[in-house]
Nanobody, 109 residues
Framework: QVQLVESGGGLVQAGGSLRLSCAASRDILGIMGWYRQHPGKQRELVATITRGGGTNYADPVKGRFTISRDNAKNTVHLQMNSLKPEDTAVYYC?????WGQGTQVTVSS
């Protein structure tokens, strides 16, 4: 079993930045990722990263978001720059089939 603790959400103006973090309770060998869920919509992929650092991004965030991980600390981060109002959502960390509790990101126009 894996416990995930997320942090870093909040309110920011359009064009601003936020950094999300997710700490896992044990070493993770597989992919770590971030998803988001807009109100009334299904959860969607934002970005994933392999243990070796290979990354994958959803088209709407390419060039603006950067995912990274620290294997020694069992953490994954999401640096979000040039935020847009449509990035407003609840963001979830996803690790080894477990979900974080979710953190709200709100971008005002």
């Amino acid at each position: 079993q894996v416990q995930l603790v997320e942090s870093g959400g909040g309110l920011v103006q359009a064009g601003g930045s936020l950094r999300l973090s997710c700490a896992a309770s044990r070493d993770i060998l597989g992919i770590m990722g971030w998803y988001r869920q807009h109100p009334g919509k299904q959860r969607e992929l934002v970005a994933t990263i392999t243990r070796g650092g290979g990354t994958n991004y959803a088209d709407p965030v390419k060039g603006r978001f950067t995912i990274s991980r620290d294997n020694a600390k069992n953490t994954v981060h999401l640096q979000m720059n040039s935020l847009k109002p449509e990035d407003t959502a609840v963001y979830y960390c996803y690790v080894a089939t477990y979900w974080g509790q979710g953190t709200q990101v709100t971008v005002s126009s």
